[in-house]
T-cell receptor, first 114, second 112 residues
Framework: EAGVAQSPRYKIIEKRQSVAFWCNPI?????LYWYQQILGQGPKLLIQ????????DSQLPKDRFSAERLKGVDSTLKIQPAKLEDSAVYLC????????????FGPGTRLTVT | AQSVSQHNHHVILSEAASLELGCNYS??????LFWYVQYPGQHLQLLLK??????LVKGIKGFEAEFIKSKFSFNLRKPSVQWSDTAEYFC??????????FGKGTTLSVSS
């Protein structure tokens, strides 16, 4: 079974530029999460999707971050414009359905904002 | 607000030493509890989980954890660590259908 795929794996941009990350969850997984992991901290939820609907985006900085999951499969997370404090690893995770206990994580995208 | 505290930021052990990593949570109601591990250069992987039943749960690679409800704790243990256990360990909690709330992580370094 293929795991959660993410791309790119690394990205370096200057502040005020825009960037987009892509996630392809495990086939059949209805629930998808984006987490932000800043160095020295645990992952923190940015947004949770159930199929193509948003379940929780309470911690998403909506003035600069946006995410979509149009067909209920792949998802993209965008930052525009980026700030220095957005430097982090962005993790995508998925579960079979919302009540599933185990989340499967992708390798993450390491973003450096200079 | 819900939170997870991991007591140790960095633990250094010799091979064959015993390991215990502390985790406490602040969360009202019924919770699910997890330990994830991240080996150098690899994805986050689930070590073990607790959602009901026997409070002593066994996971992969000889790890176990005990849920003590009265102490809001879910400490991770291993009787004898190996060099290959060098990794970062995260405690996490959630309630059904919600995202995970993670602690800050504990880096374990095992010397051979």
């Amino acid at each position: 079974e293929a795991g959660v795929a993410q791309s790119p794996r690394y990205k370096i941009i200057e502040k005020r530029q825009s960037v987009a990350f892509w996630c392809n969850p495990i086939s059949g997984h209805a629930t998808l999460y984006w987490y932000q992991q800043i160095l020295g901290q645990g992952p923190k939820l940015l947004i949770q999707f159930q199929n193509n609907g948003v379940v929780d985006d309470s911690q998403l900085p909506k003035d600069r971050f946006s995410a979509e999951r149009l067909k209920g499969v792949d998802s993209t997370l965008k930052i525009q414009p980026a700030k220095l404090e957005d430097s982090a690893v962005y993790l995508c995770a998925s579960t079979f359905h919302r009540e599933s206990y185990e989340q499967y994580f992708g390798p993450g995208t390491r973003l450096t904002v200079t | 607000a819900q939170s997870v505290s991991q007591h140790n930021h960095h633990v250094i052990l010799s091979e064959a030493a015993s390991l215990e990593l502390g985790c406490n949570y602040s969360y009202g109601g019924t919770v699910n509890l997890f330990w994830y591990v991240q080996y150098p250069g690899q994805h986050l992987q689930l070590l073990l989980k607790y959602f009901s039943g026997d409070p002593l749960v066994k996971g992969i690679k000889g790890f176990e954890a005990e849920f003590i409800k009265s102490k809001f704790s879910f400490n991770l243990r291993k009787p004898s660590v190996q060099w290959s256990d060098t990794a970062e360990y995260f405690c996490a909690v959630n309630q059904a259908g919600t995202a995970l709330i993670f602690g800050k992580g504990t880096t374990l370094s095992v010397s051979s």
